[in-house]
């Protein structure tokens, strides 16, 4: 899919050249460990104003090493109060859950809950399935902790934006086949689930962000060494939805994750799984959280804060 800038919605195309730049970096392999170790550096640890945030080591069951995760929660509600675990976006390779501090205020401001969002290890060292185990094991802890932390025990929210919404529609499929944890709903947002990355919106798209070079490299290093690539490495491949939670998800219509987005979502609402869903026309990947005033992020932004707000007290009733 060739992107031009014609094609981006007017009140996004003022970053169109500079997330043509982004984009093009990403293209290299140095760039994402130059990122890794920024954001490792100068971004860990920094807190949220108006929420009160700490920060802890928890046990990795898979014999990786202790698991960075950062705790969120409103200065004053009444508890319980519903749990949320909360992945990062960065293809896999890159990032820390301090970078989408943003989002994550608004969600409590939005809806009183407690976040958990772990700083699950990246591909850039350690690939598939090292992020998914670390995300996975937070799930559990988050089960087996909820009361000490103030929240409901008895079903959970997860969540993630990209690579951060792949690892949230994988956790979710594996708690419900497993039964290990209860899943209020989830909401996977533009979620990188589709390793195959055969669709009309990958081939060829070279839009501001992410396009299809990026998406290339990004699982190339996220599942090297599988042989064989599961639907908790790649979510795209389950073939039952059945089991799976509500969802709430948004993707742009130039991104190279908008078919599989839609395909996610149709087989979800097949499987008769209520679904909250919206394509944004003209918009690229990470457009909301690129250019965040822009008419169509504050669009889908709300589209977002809404839905949430309604499955939370539709779902934790």
């Given at each position: 899919?060739?992107?031009?800038?014609?094609?981006?919605?007017?009140?996004?195309?003022?970053?169109?050249?500079?997330?043509?730049?982004?984009?093009?970096?990403?293209?290299?392999?140095?760039?994402?460990?130059?990122?890794?170790?920024?954001?490792?550096?100068?971004?860990?640890?920094?807190?949220?104003?108006?929420?009160?945030?700490?920060?802890?080591?928890?046990?990795?069951?898979?014999?990786?090493?202790?698991?960075?995760?950062?705790?969120?929660?409103?200065?004053?509600?009444?508890?319980?109060?519903?749990?949320?675990?909360?992945?990062?976006?960065?293809?896999?390779?890159?990032?820390?859950?301090?970078?989408?501090?943003?989002?994550?205020?608004?969600?409590?401001?939005t809806e009183p809950c407690i976040i958990v969002a772990p700083d699950y290890r990246k591909a850039v060292e350690s690939p598939y399935p090292a992020a998914f185990n670390d995300c996975y094991d937070t799930l559990l802890w988050i089960r087996d902790n909820a009361a000490s932390l103030g929240g409901r025990t008895d079903k959970f929210i997860v969540a993630g934006h990209s690579a951060g919404g792949g690892l949230a529609a994988a956790v979710s499929l594996k708690a419900t086949d497993t039964n290990d944890a209860r899943i209020a709903f989830q909401m996977p947002v533009y979620p990188m689930i589709d390793d195959r990355q055969t669709s009309a919106s990958v081939v060829g798209n070279d839009a501001p962000v992410w396009d299809e070079k990026a998406n290339r490299l990004a699982w190339s290093r996220y599942l090297h060494g599988v042989d064989t690539v599961t639907p908790y490495a790649a979510a795209a491949r389950c073939t039952d939805y059945t089991k799976l939670p509500p969802t709430i998800t948004f993707v742009g219509s130039l991104e190279p994750f908008r078919d599989e987005t839609k395909i996610y979502v149709e087989n979800l609402r097949r499987a008769n799984i209520p679904v909250a869903f919206e394509i944004f026309d003209g918009a690229y990947h990470g457009f909301d959280m690129m250019v965040p005033d822009a008419p169509i992020s504050r669009r889908a932004h709300r589209f977002l804060m809404e839905n949430f707000r309604k499955f939370a007290q539709r779902y934790f009733d």
């Open positions: 899919m060739k992107v031009t800038r014609e094609m981006v919605d007017e009140d996004l195309r003022g970053r169109y050249a500079f997330g043509r730049i982004i984009a093009s970096f990403v293209h290299t392999r140095w760039f994402s460990l130059l990122v890794f170790r920024f954001s490792a550096s100068v971004l860990r640890g920094r807190n949220i104003r108006g929420l009160v945030c700490r920060e802890r080591y928890i046990p990795s069951t898979n014999g990786g090493t202790p698991i960075r995760v950062r705790l969120y929660r409103p200065t004053s509600a009444a508890g319980p109060l519903p749990i949320m675990l909360y992945m990062h976006g960065g293809g896999y390779v890159h990032g820390v859950p301090e970078q989408f501090g943003s989002i994550l205020k608004d969600f409590i401001d």
